[in-house]
């Protein structure tokens, strides 16, 4: 592992989440079981267990299990085998019960208001509290796995920097990552179901998620004024013992954490494999420091994107993924496109522009991403193979866990 200071710059490090659902072995249904590998073990501490460079834990439920970097690394060719390994010791523990882990962001027949079971252990009065004001025995609570990725800020400037290149390009992220085009046995008409429940889950309190896409701010200071006094006085009326902390409540598709100098990305689905994931990760990283480098637009563009323009293409994404076809000619000049172009054409030249500028750090990943930009994101694969029965959806979802287990990308 690496030593990394407890501040740092702009692109010195990241840290990656991933999201996986236990799941019986033959019957694909979800098992809620994470306290055996986080609380019945010898190695685990306060429902983690520390694994070297990776961390095991939980969030809200009790079958989702996280994966994510126990320090911020910069080499995320080493994460990737490290997740992809750390997957294959999960899945030989669960074996004994009968259970193993399966990737997507969403599980295509599971019952929230049947099969939800809260984690009781640490954060339970968060949980319950939660619960009480939102109901998360639904599917925008118990059934969205995702993948986070946390990048670095110093101060107010590379704050201001980072911040305005990740607003202009989170609405194109859904496009690009979607893996959760069924619920409940059917297609749901969207390619990304888990934003659109993201998006909608915390509407008793609009202020939490906002527009998904965050305002332009561009100071902590701003930020504070703006945003969590806006959630702390709107949580007054649910929260009178204040057990909510309005930092940690924020819930828009990228969260600045001033305390430690990061923000965090959330809108993208998690996919089959860490090999996917690492390298749609990448490719983030290597766009946003394009962006913050000025390659592909100047930082006062950018800085003035309209949030509406970025909400309403971030919406169609969500239905449409890579197909979305995108008109504001003030959103496609970001990326130096002057014409129509769908969201699909966009990273398409996204990864060539990138190529041309030496983003070196993309050439490994090359595989992973000639799948995505060839075949479609991981939602459209599903779909074209899912079929019209149970039988059929559950051979695809039991192909996705083998996926899962040799860190191979799904090809239909």
């Known amino acids: 592992m690496s030593t990394t200071p407890s501040r740092l710059h702009l692109f010195q490090a990241f840290g990656i989440e991933l999201e996986y659902m236990i799941v019986d072995r033959d019957s694909l249904e979800i098992r809620s079981i994470a306290d055996k590998l986080l609380y019945d073990h010898p190695r685990a501490e306060e429902g983690e267990r520390n694994n070297g460079s990776i961390t095991w834990s939980n969030e809200l439920v009790s079958h989702v299990i996280e994966l994510k970097l126990t320090k911020p690394e910069f080499n995320l060719n080493a994460a990737a085998h ?37 984690w009781p252990y640490d954060h339970a009065a968060v949980y319950q509290l939660y619960d009480k ?70 509407s008793a309190i609009p202020s939490i998620t906002g527009k998904i896409i965050p305002e332009a701010i561009y100071s902590r200071r701003q930020y504070g004024h703006q945003v969590y006094d806006r959630i702390r006085e709107d949580l007054a009326a649910f929260d009178p013992d204040k057990i ?10 990228a969260i600045p954490r001033f305390d430690r100098g990061s923000i965090e990305i959330r809108v993208m689905d998690i996919q089959e494999c860490p090999a996917a994931d690492v390298a ?14 000025e390659e592909l637009a100047s930082h006062e563009q950018q ?5 509406e323009i970025l909400s309403g293409i971030l919406d169609d994404c969500t239905v449409n993924g ?32 990138l ?36 039988e059929e959806l559950k051979k695809v979802y039991a192909r996705l866990c083998g996926c899962l287990q040799q860190n191979k990308m799904f090809i239909p």
Not at 303 to 307: G, K, Q, V
């Open 244 to 253: 909510l902390d309005p930092v940690w409540v924020n819930s828009r598709g």
């Open 133 to 202: 004001i939102f109901g998360c025995s639904g599917h925008g609570w118990s059934n969205l796995q995702s993948t986070h990725l946390n990048l670095p800020f110093y101060d107010d400037e590379e704050f201001a920097r980072l911040h305005a290149a990740i607003r202009v390009l989170l609405p194109i992220l859904p496009a690009l990552c979607a893996s959760s085009p069924v619920l409940d046995g059917s297609p749901t008409g969207k390619m990304d179901t888990r934003m659109h429940y993201y998006k909608t889950n915390q």
């Open 355 to 390: 190529k041309k500028r030496n983003h070196e750090l993309l050439d490994q990943w090359k595989p992973e991403l000639d799948v995505l930009l060839r075949e479609g994101n991981l939602a459209s694969r599903i779909l074209r193979v899912a079929g019209q029965s149970p």
């Open 280 to 293: 749609i990760v990448q490719l983030v990283i290597e766009t946003l420091r394009a962006l913050v480098g």
């Open 303 to 307: 800085m003035s994107a309209r949030t």
């Open 82 to 118: 490290a997740l992809a390994d750390n997957v294959v010791l999960i899945n030989q523990e669960l074996s004994q019960w009968g259970c193993q882990l399966m990737p997507g962001a969403a599980h295509p027949w599971m019952s929230p208001a049947k099969e939800t079971r809260l």
């Open 322 to 353: 890579m197909g979305t076809e995108i008109l504001s000619s003030e959103y496609l000049a970001l990326f130096g496109i002057r014409e129509f172009a769908t969201a699909g054409e966009i990273w398409a030249t996204i990864v060539d522009q």
